[in-house]
């Protein structure tokens, strides 16, 4: 677990490494005379396997059980079940069958295993850069600078919050996962059945899934009573029926409570694509009339069949992390975490790089040589902003639940409304954690225009 | 020549760094402002900048755009399981091998003999366009 410090970054800092704190990169950087690549040194909760093709959150939370029941059921499916039907009816029961779950698996494992649409943190020079903006724009009075943005999108307002951790302005529809630890775009919930979080380069994989497990729940089930009807036709009856195939009984049973909650989290988020709302922006009512004020959402078509084509259909952007990337030799990952260091770059033999090795490593070797501007000394009167500037909060993350405390499958909305007050409750203990709110006394009083009122969105994790 | 320029920029010392940031009034494209960065106004053209940044605008909105060839690349994708993203490459990425090129291209003729460098927005994750400024020394002369 590590400890996370919130601190203004001080320009003058940048070039040393003696402010910061001990590393926790693996495999001690100067020792290692291998090119490393950059998911590596990721800073956020994930795990990479496959040298960085393959990614997913860092618990895998309940994957294990959500493979190892449609592996189960579908197995108990065709060894006995599609025999006998097979027999009495038709070959294509098992085919459909396969197909289907087929289906089901590789959607499953690419909604788990594919980057959600992560944000990469921003390098210690923008934040700086920011940093300096924010404060420009609120020095004229004492009013302390805003750590929000407001801009117009199809003449709708939307706030921009930044982010602490990730150091940057969140762009619309992005919230910042704290089980996973980073911004991700379009950001729908963090899925425990699946292990990952659901966002903009993932959501189509996971409809596509929940859609194929509806079929595929809701075709066992029937094919299971259709089994079970013509078998107890044949002999003595619905009892001795189960007896011959108790199996059968098993994936009723199975698919019986599956059913209710794949279906309506089926229709939930066809409704969700057909509006082009994510599940986040739903539950916090982002976009929902409240006290008599119009408020539509501003990224909808208006229009069901263009939301669905742009949700389902639209291009994928590709991963913004890079993760197979190598990272320079010598280099220190260049993003802001409490605990980098930033060790001089080594310029290299480059009379043999090509022109665009030398330009990319030019925007490498920028940030140790960079100068930066120094900031004028604050010799204002010591205000809440330098108060909060020059505390710097340690705090220890939470204890991280290993699921969510309510039953993955209830995605009717008001199992949802009280779920998510669960998880309200579990992240106000935390209040201290910058990166989930900004609600902390000393932060409280300066920034109350901050204070999420519509709840929190990094610690809110939606059931499903 | 470009290269021996490239090459003595490298040398040259960093005055600092400018940031565009995204512009968001359209949405969630990428779009990045075009207001033009006062700490540039001694180095460059106002317009020269500002034809770079809506031609970078105008790539990305093509990567990003909406249409028959994308919905056909979405269906094509869902019906294969989307393992034909395995062996193909899609549109968008084809697009940021063209902005890739673009932006060396600038570089190269405009940016570095003036003393600038741009670095692609891809590689700081699509937020900013980030313009260092290097020493104003007399580069094309040695």
């Known amino acids: 677990m590590k400890n996370c410090e919130y601190q203004q970054i001080d320009p003058r800092a940048l070039g040393t490494s003696n402010t910061r704190t001990s590393t926790t990169l693996p495999c001690g950087r100067k020792n290692s005379q291998r090119l490393r690549r950059k998911w590596e040194v990721f800073p956020g909760n994930?795990?990479?396997?496959?040298?960085?093709?393959?990614?997913?959150?860092?618990?895998?939370?309940?994957?294990?059980l959500t493979i190892g029941l449609i592996f189960i059921t579908s197995g108990l499916f065709f060894t006995f079940d599609c025999p006998f039907l097979v027999d009495r009816l038709t070959v294509f029961i098992p085919v459909i069958g396969?197909?289907?779950?087929?289906?089901?698996?590789?959607?499953?494992?690419?909604?788990?295993?594919?980057?959600?649409?992560?944000?990469?943190?921003?390098?210690?020079?923008e934040a700086v850069d920011i940093e300096r903006q924010i404060d420009n724009s609120g020095s004229a009075s004492y009013r302390p600078p805003p750590r929000t943005k407001e801009i117009l999108i199809n003449d709708q307002v939307v706030k921009l919050k930044y982010c602490f951790t990730c150091k940057m302005f969140r762009p619309p529809r992005t919230s910042h996962c704290s089980m996973c630890d980073n911004c991700v775009e379009r950001f729908d919930h963090h899925c425990p059945w699946v292990g990952n979080c659901v966002g903009k380069r993932n959501y189509r994989f996971f409809y596509a899934f929940i859609v194929s497990l509806s079929f595929l729940t809701s075709f066992i089930f029937g094919c299971v009573i259709t089994h079970l009807t013509l078998r107890s036709q044949g002999?003595?009856?619905?009892?001795?029926?189960?007896?011959?195939?108790?199996?059968?009984?098993?994936?009723?049973?199975?698919?019986?409570?599956?059913?209710?909650?794949?279906?309506?989290?089926?229709?939930?988020?066809?409704?969700?694509?057909a509006s082009n709302l994510t599940t986040n922006e739903d539950i916090k009512g982002s976009w929902s009339s409240k006290r008599g004020e119009e408020s539509g959402n501003p990224y909808t078509y208006n229009n069901i069949f263009t939301n669905c084509c742009v949700v389902l259909c639209g291009p994928i952007p590709p991963s913004l992390i890079d993760r197979r990337g190598f990272l320079p030799p010598d280099d220190a990952p260049q993003t802001v975490t409490s605990d980098t260091e930033l060790p001089p770059f080594m310029s290299k033999n480059d009379a043999n790089m090509g022109t665009k090795e030398l330009l990319q490593s030019m925007a490498l070797s920028t940030v140790i040589q960079s100068t930066c501007t120094p900031g004028t000394p604050k010799t204002a009167p010591v205000t809440q902003e330098s108060l909060l500037r020059t505390v710097s909060i340690t705090v220890s993350p939470p204890n991280r639940p290993p699921s969510t405390g309510c039953s993955g499958h209830q995605a009717q909305r008001p199992?949802?409304?009280?779920?998510?007050?669960?998880?309200?409750?579990?992240?106000?203990?935390?209040?201290?954690?910058?990166?989930?709110?900004?609600s902390s006394p000393p932060y409280s009083l300066s920034h109350s225009p901050l204070i999420l009122s519509d709840g929190p969105d990094m610690g809110f994790i939606p059931l499903n | 020549m470009a290269l021996k320029i490239l090459q003595d920029l490298r040398q040259a010392a960093v005055t600092s760094k400018v940031f565009v940031q995204r512009d968001y009034t359209s949405g969630t494209i990428c779009k990045f402002q075009t207001k033009f960065p006062a700490e540039l106004e001694s180095r460059m053209d106002k317009q020269q900048f500002e034809e770079t940044i809506q031609t970078l605008n105008n790539l990305y909105a093509e990567a990003e755009k909406l249409g028959g060839r994308s919905y056909l690349e979405g269906c094509l994708a869902c019906l294969t399981a989307y393992t034909i993203f395995l062996c193909m490459e899609t549109h968008y990425e084809k697009v940021l091998k063209k902005i890739a090129k673009y932006i060396q291209e600038q570089n190269e003729k405009i940016y570095a003999p003036l003393g600038l460098l741009l670095t692609d927005p891809i590689e700081r994750g699509l937020r900013v366009v980030e313009i260092t400024i290097f020493e104003d020394r007399s580069i094309g002369s040695r």
Not at chain 1, 415 to 430: E, T, W
């Open chain 1, 46 to 64: 994930n795990r990479f396997y496959c040298d960085g093709r393959v990614m997913m959150g860092r618990q895998c939370g309940v994957l294990p």
């Open chain 1, 98 to 125: 396969g197909v289907l779950f087929v289906f089901v698996i590789m959607t499953l494992l690419q909604t788990s295993f594919t980057d959600p649409g992560i944000l990469p943190r921003a390098l210690p020079d």
């Open chain 1, 235 to 273: 002999v003595n009856g619905i009892i001795q029926a189960i007896q011959d195939s108790p199996a059968s009984v098993a994936e009723l049973v199975i698919c019986f409570f599956s059913i209710w909650s794949i279906l309506g989290l089926s229709g939930f988020h066809t409704y969700l694509v």
């Open chain 1, 415 to 438: 199992i949802d409304v009280s779920c998510s007050q669960k998880g309200n409750k579990r992240s106000a203990h935390h209040t201290h954690k910058p990166m989930l709110r900004v």
